[in-house]
């Protein structure tokens, strides 16, 4: 099961940092990716971290700007972001990559609202 | 690299087969055998369908079935049944750093 937490409405400009809280499985196996909709819009791929969180990858709509870890210990992903905009505003999953790169495992999403 | 061109919506009445397209390039879909189908519900969360262009997950009826010519895969549903009606997105693996996977825009299958 995965769980996200700590979405809300934020100023443009202003920071945000969602977390995903995994349970069910040996999370430190698995790379582990977040994925966002916007409204009216389809699904796109924002960033993943490798099982060991040695190594990451962003989307070039979010590079410099969110950053992505995790804490295998605690079975918890993170996507902390910053400097947001209006068109970050979307649902953002965490979701589990099976070893097939594709995506096994998804949770409920979270809203993210960026507006003044 | 752009979005995979998926069709806006797909409709058929129970019973019937649907098949929902999924068109790349050579850089994605053509690349790779990592082309993977999503069924949506709205508001719920994404359930993985097709994995490796062909494999369904446990669970997954065989009604669904995944297939690819060139750069293009495909998903069909056989046996449509109210239950299906859902949005359906194809991903597919990159192997790049900045866009390790990209995404269709989705298909809003209707159940007549």
């Known amino acids: 099961q995965l769980v996200e937490s700590g979405g809300g409405l934020v100023k443009p400009g202003g920071s945000l940092r969602l977390s995903c809280a995994a349970s069910?499985?040996?999370?430190?196996?698995?790379?582990m990716t977040w994925v966002r909709q916007a409204p009216g819009k389809g699904l796109e791929w924002v960033s993943s971290?490798?099982?060991?969180?040695?190594?990451?990858y962003f989307a070039d709509s979010v590079q410099g700007r969110f950053s992505i870890s995790r804490d295998n210990g605690k079975k918890s992903l993170f996507l902390q972001m910053n400097s947001l905009r209006a068109e970050d505003t979307a649902v953002y999953y965490c979701?589990?990559?099976?070893?097939?790169?594709?995506?096994?495992?998804w949770g409920q999403g979270i809203l993210v609202s960026v507006s003044s | 690299q752009s979005a995979l061109t998926q069709p806006a919506s797909v409709s058929g009445s129970p019973g019937q087969s649907i098949t929902i397209s999924c068109t790349g390039t050579?850089?994605?879909?053509?690349?790779?055998?990592?082309v993977s189908w999503y069924q949506h519900h709205p508001g719920k969360a994404p359930k993985l369908m097709i994995f490796?262009?062909?494999n369904r997950p446990s669970g997954v009826p065989d009604r669904f079935s995944g297939s690819y010519s060139g750069n293009t895969a495909s998903l069909t549903i056989s046996g449509l049944q109210a239950e299906d009606e859902a949005d359906y997105y194809c991903?597919?693996?990159?192997?790049?750093?900045?866009?390790?996977?990209?995404f269709g825009a989705g298909t809003k299958v209707t159940v007549l």
């Open positions: 979701a589990r990559e099976g070893g097939s790169h594709s995506f096994d495992y």
């Open positions: 069910g499985f040996t999370f430190s196996d698995y790379y």
């Open positions: 971290i490798t099982s060991s969180g040695d190594a990451i």
């Open positions: 050579s850089s994605d879909v053509g690349g790779y055998n990592y």
């Open positions: 490796e262009v062909y």
């Open positions: 991903i597919s693996y990159t192997g790049t750093t900045t866009l390790a996977y990209v």
